[in-house]
């Protein structure tokens, strides 16, 4: 049977809006890791058949198409954007699995990028001569606005419905920075980028400070605050994904073999939540329980939606966001799912042969994405 291998995955670090990569276009923040990843497996670049990333707010046009003739691949080699919010990252590896599977190609670099720093301002156009711009903030993500909450808001009505607390918040993500200071990640995973080697966004929190926050959603008990939404962040992330005869040519490190992948969709007014039916699927069809899961990758875009995934799926204690999570290093949307799929292969690297990988993600509008992989 035909099979889709990870054999290379590299990210930039991440950092907040505003930050290192406020002057870095896209197409330079994307660059970058399709470089490494060729760099990696001395693949040549006229090899690679497709470049897919996942992409929210550029507004517009190919940066997936930009970012790999900005890295130096061939002309010919075509690329697709995706955007389906935060999943696009996650979603650009199943698709470019799915062109492995099929036999129509051998070699895609898969990932995405995001800029919020770079990211074009938003206006919609005059339906008259007599009026202005109007500016907003985002699109719709479902059709009727009674369904289709901020996501801020969206995460402090999950954390009131399904009882989470905000002291049980600011402890998940006290530890999920805790996580991101003892176990960094290495120069094999980061590429540097405008002088950043490494996320400039975990801390040590404190539980007092976390505390006297004040709610930027919801009440006293179960708000949601500062410390625990992920922030606006700039990031890219490439993987390369290849069929099983050019895994064998290839030099680096262990491959990672996708086992399976599968996106669903949930309700729109909850979409924090929409992962848990994705993962639970995968781990039925292959017959494999929640507790065998080594090593599990699961957005942190808040506090309360992780908390509820992670339940939800059954990831045991042990296997989770081993070097912390998107509340410790920040969101940068259509990037995020990617740089979950680049985390997940590294920490794989160290695990007994047959040892199960499990990348998980929500996105606006009651979507959720999640992949198994095996050593």
Not at 43 to 49: C, F, V
Not at 89 to 107: F, P, V
Not at 231 to 252: F, P, Q, Y
Not at 275 to 301: D, G
Request: glycine residues 10%; charged residues 20%.
């Amino acid at each position: 049977m035909s099979a889709a291998y990870l054999v290379a995955a590299r990210r930039t670090a991440v950092a907040p809006r505003g930050g290192a990569f406020k002057a870095v276009e896209v197409d330079e923040l994307g660059a970058a890791p399709i470089r490494a990843v060729l760099a990696d497996t001395g693949i040549a670049p006229e090899a690679i058949d497709d470049v897919i990333f996942g992409n929210a707010l550029y507004g517009g046009g190919n940066p997936a198409r930009l970012a790999a003739l900005r890295a130096g691949l061939s002309d010919h080699v075509p690329a697709l954007t995706i955007d389906s919010q935060c999943c696009g990252g996650l979603d650009a590896i199943m698709l470019a699995a799915e062109r492995i599977l099929s036999g129509r190609a051998d070699a895609v670099i898969a990932g995405g990028v995001e800029s919020f720093s770079r990211a074009p301002l938003r206006a919609r156009r005059p339906r008259h001569a007599d009026e202005a711009p109007q500016p907003y903030d985002r699109p719709p993500f479902a059709p009727w606005p009674e369904r289709d909450p901020d996501m801020i808001a969206a995460a402090a009505t999950l954390a009131e419905r399904f009882g989470i607390s905000r002291a049980r918040q600011d402890e998940y993500a006290i530890g999920s920075h805790c996580k991101a200071l003892q176990n960094p990640p290495g120069a094999a995973e980061i590429v540097p980028l405008a002088d950043l080697s490494h996320d400039a966004f975990p801390r040590a929190l404190e539980g007092t400070m976390c505390a006297r926050l004040a709610p930027l959603a919801g009440d006293a008990v179960f708000g949601v605050t500062r410390a625990t939404v992920a922030v606006e962040a700039d990031a890219a992330a490439a993987l390369l994904v290849v069929s099983e005869a050019m895994a064998r040519r290839l030099n680096g490190r262990r491959p990672i073999r996708i086992v399976s992948a599968t996106r669903r969709g949930g309700d729109p007014a909850i979409p924090g939540r929409a992962p848990i039916a994705a993962a639970e699927s995968l781990l039925a069809a292959e017959r494999i329980a929640p507790a065998r899961i080594a090593v599990a990758e699961v957005m942190e875009a808040f506090a309360a939606q992780a908390i509820t995934c992670v339940e939800g799926i059954g990831v045991p204690e042990a296997s989770l966001n081993r070097g912390g999570g998107g509340l410790a290093r920040g969101h940068p949307i259509g990037a995020s799912g990617a740089i979950l799929a680049v985390r997940l292969w590294h920490e794989m690297q160290s695990e007994a042969s047959g040892a199960i990988g499990l990348a998980a993600i929500a996105a606006a509008g009651g979507l959720g994405s999640a992949l198994l992989a095996t050593v």
